[in-house]
């Protein structure tokens, strides 16, 4: 079965230092889409960034990249220059293959310090 | 933005009661869904449509049932409330393999 594991519960990073949130999932199809989501305090789902399983390159937005290793399964998103609006819970999620069915994982609370 | 909005945002009702929640797009996306957000699960899908009078079940449909009578509208129906179904609802809409956007959350609290 397809599956989105996230490991960190909860991370701390002092501000304008860059962190990495681990993903990783499971799954046998060679088609697919990662996702990451934001859920700031106030409870929106917000979009951030998205690999494709065939992108060569890995995806970056801004601040956020995602480092994308296939053979491992894994899709970590970094977030670069950490600010302080940056603390919330942070969802990562595949689309399974041929659907638009998202799995989402249990998501990381990222607390930013000064 | 997406132009999603679901209502209500809050809504409190006892056991046994039925309760609709409604999402609204104007973003004229073909799909639609509902999840629950519940702590130490992440989002689960209840149900999605993928166009009018589409639908299908997701992996926690078991007392919920949906209708998209029109492009913009997905209800969502808990026919007879129960406490296990406190949560907080999330509307979504998206293109064909596209990017899912999501609504602002309704809170449920069943007592």
């Known amino acids: 079965a397809q599956k989105i594991t996230q490991t960190q519960p909860g991370m701390f990073v002092q501000e304008k230092e860059a962190v990495t949130l681990d993903c990783t999932y499971d799954?046998?199809?060679?088609?697919?889409?990662l996702f990451w989501y934001k859920q700031p305090s106030s409870g929106e789902m917000i979009f951030l960034i998205y690999?494709?399983?065939?992108?060569?390159q890995n995806a970056t937005e801004g601040r956020y990249s995602l480092n994308f290793q296939k053979a491992r399964k894994s899709a970590n998103l970094v977030i670069s220059a950490s600010q302080l609006g940056d603390s919330a819970m942070y969802f990562c999620?595949?689309?399974?293959?041929?659907?638009?069915?998202?799995?989402f994982g249990t998501g990381t609370r990222l607390q930013v310090f000064p | 933005d997406a132009g999603i909005t679901q209502s209500p945002r809050h809504k409190v009702t006892e056991t046994g009661t039925p309760v609709t929640l409604r999402c609204h797009q104007t973003?004229?996306?073909?799909?639609m869904y509902w999840y629950r957000q519940d702590p130490g699960h992440g989002l689960r899908l209840i149900h999605y449509?993928?166009?009018?009078?589409?639908?299908d079940k997701g992996e926690v449909s078991d007392g919920y049932s949906v209708s998209r009578s029109k492009t913009e509208d997905f209800l969502l129906t808990l026919e007879s409330a129960t406490s296990s179904q406190t949560s907080v609802y999330f509307c979504?809409?998206?293109?064909?393999?596209?990017?899912?956007?999501f609504g602002p959350g309704t809170r449920l609290l069943v007592l």
């Open positions: 973003e004229n996306h073909r799909y």
């Open positions: 449509s993928y166009g009018v009078k589409d639908t």
């Open positions: 690999q494709g399983s065939y992108d060569e």
């Open positions: 979504a809409i998206s293109d064909e393999q596209e990017t899912q956007y």
């Open positions: 999620a595949m689309r399974e293959a041929n659907t638009d069915k998202l799995i």
């Open positions: 799954t046998s199809d060679q088609s697919y889409g």
